[in-house]
């Protein structure tokens, strides 16, 4: 690694009590990530991190928005998102401990790089449903839609190649 890792929080060398940390996430982020489906973002992540005798609590804290694609209009827009998680290192070697939220590590660990946490937030924090604020879908492609719904409508004048599939029966596996 020649490049210094900003995503690294101390844990042997970190005093007991409460340390905050600030990342701010730019598009740069996403394209360190090739299977990334987010490309663009601008987040920024507030972390408490709690430290005690036996293990961390970090308190992650996220605010910003990311590049989607809308699920009406298919043109991409930002979409805010915001998020709180919580995120345990234990100190120790019993690995049977680990699970989404915690991590084992031994007490000497030098760092704890919490990048991948971060870029799991974000997905996390995007909505299922994508689509832009009322009004502001393109109106371009909302008119075509209107256009393509029209036609089903018309009991008696179904499209020949629509008629012929009306009685083909899809089979789930
Ligand atoms: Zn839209």
């Not at 900003?6 to 299977?35: M, N, W």
């Not at 997905?123 to 393109?138: K, Q, T, Y």
Request: proline content about 5%.
């Amino acid at each position: 690694m020649e490049k210094e890792n900003e995503f690294l929080i101390p844990v042997s060398g970190l005093a007991l009590g409460v340390h905050d940390f600030k990342f701010d996430i730019k598009d740069g982020f996403f394209a360190e990530r090739d299977y990334s489906e987010v490309r663009q973002g601008e987040v920024t992540v507030n972390l408490e991190v709690e430290r005690e005798e036996t293990m961390m609590t970090l308190n992650f804290q996220l605010e910003g928005k990311v590049l989607v694609t809308c699920d009406r209009c298919a043109d991409e827009f930002f979409i805010p998102i915001q998020s709180e998680q919580v995120f345990y290192i234990k100190f120790g070697a019993d690995e049977a401990e680990e699970s989404d939220d915690v991590a084992v590590v031994p007490a000497e660990e030098h760092a704890y790089d919490v990048s991948s946490l971060i870029y799991e937030y974000i997905i996390l924090a995007i909505p299922m449903h994508r689509v832009h604020p009322d009004g502001e879908c393109n109106p371009k492609v909302l008119e075509m839609l209107s256009h393509d719904e029209e036609p089903s409508e018309k009991e008696g004048e179904m499209d020949p190649r629509w008629a012929a599939l009306k009685d083909v029966k899809i089979e789930d596996n």
